[in-house]
Nanobody, 124 residues
Framework: QVQLVESGGGLVQAGGSLRLSCAAH????????MAWFRQYKGKDREFVAG????????FYGDSMEDRFTITRDNAKSTVFLQMNSLKPEDSAVYHC?????????????????WGQGTQVMVSS
């Protein structure tokens, strides 16, 4: 089991930026796929972005790629989500997730490791 710990959420004005971090504690290697999901209150988790274990391939949810960028630093076992031009509708709890797979997919069900989440609030 890998423990995932997110940080970097907070309150920002519309148009601003935030950088989320997710530190993985436990056995991870080039086969450990990591992703970000977000969850609105009362809704299912929505895929935001994912990155392969070697960092070579990135995947984004619909309309995410133009404003969000996912990266990872395997030396620090950390994945990042850079979010620019934030909008009020981006306000949600952002969760880091991981699984042993070359490609993790957009469905949250197969992910076995989850962080507690970090709140992002974007004011208009």
């Amino acid at each position: 089991q890998v423990q995932l710990v997110e940080s970097g959420g907070g309150l920002v004005q519309a148009g601003g930026s935030l950088r989320l971090s997710c530190a993985a504690h436990g056995p991870t290697d080039h086969t450990y796929y990591m992703a970000w999901f977000r969850q609105y209150k009362g809704k299912d988790r929505e895929f935001v972005a994912g990155i392969s274990g070697d960092g070579a391939r990135e995947f984004y949810g619909d309309s995410m790629e133009d404003r969000f960028t996912i990266t990872r630093d395997n030396a620090k076992s950390t994945v990042f989500l850079q979010m620019n031009s934030l909008k009020p509708e981006d306000s949600a709890v952002y969760h880091c997730a991981g699984r042993l797979a070359f490609f993790g997919g957009i469905n949250p069900m197969p992910y076995g490791d989850w962080g507690q989440g970090t709140q992002v609030m974007v004011s208009s």
